[in-house]
């Protein structure tokens, strides 16, 4: 199991981080067209996009952080521990539900470009939608699987300052 961990921890840190900078792309530059523009349908939908943009900085800037410690010291590390990959996952996790959530009741669930014309980026906001998800799904899955390493750690005499792999 531990070598799955050691394969695993970068392609998935990885892969929430591209999606992470490709979210930050989207909402950098919807928040320029709005701030430029002014052509915000409302000061909600304004809001949320900054709001995504922080989340996703927040994301790329700690998972980096997360993944460059792993690949130099899988285990022994604070940063390496399942309870601090616990801690910045679940606040992550929750501020990426929140963000998720937040433009989607913004947006109504989904936008159809066709008939929804008073949202002047349609598709882009569509795309900002479904990247907050699937890095919360990404997360979920991620924050599953560090609790089982958590017990696995525990059980074993190591505790939550166990790593996610053994020494």
Known sequence: MDAAVRRGHPIVFGAIVLFSIIEMCIAAWITARYNSRHDFPNSGVRARVRY??????????????????????????????????????????????????????????????????????????????????????????????VLYRGIVAARKGDGLRGGLVSV
């Open 52 to 145: 995504l943009l922080f989340v996703s900085i927040w994301t790329i800037l700690f998972g980096t952080i997360y993944m460059i410690m792993f690949l130099v010291s899988s285990s022994g590390s604070l940063l390496t521990s399942v309870l601090s990959h616990w801690v910045f996952l679940t606040i992550t996790w929750i501020l990426w539900l929140a963000a998720a959530a937040a433009i989607t009741q913004t947006l109504g669930g989904s936008l159809d470009c066709r008939i929804d014309t008073k949202f002047v980026y349609c598709g882009q906001l569509n795309a900002l939608e479904g990247f907050a998800w699937l890095i919360w799904v990404l997360l979920t899955f991620l924050l599953a699987f």
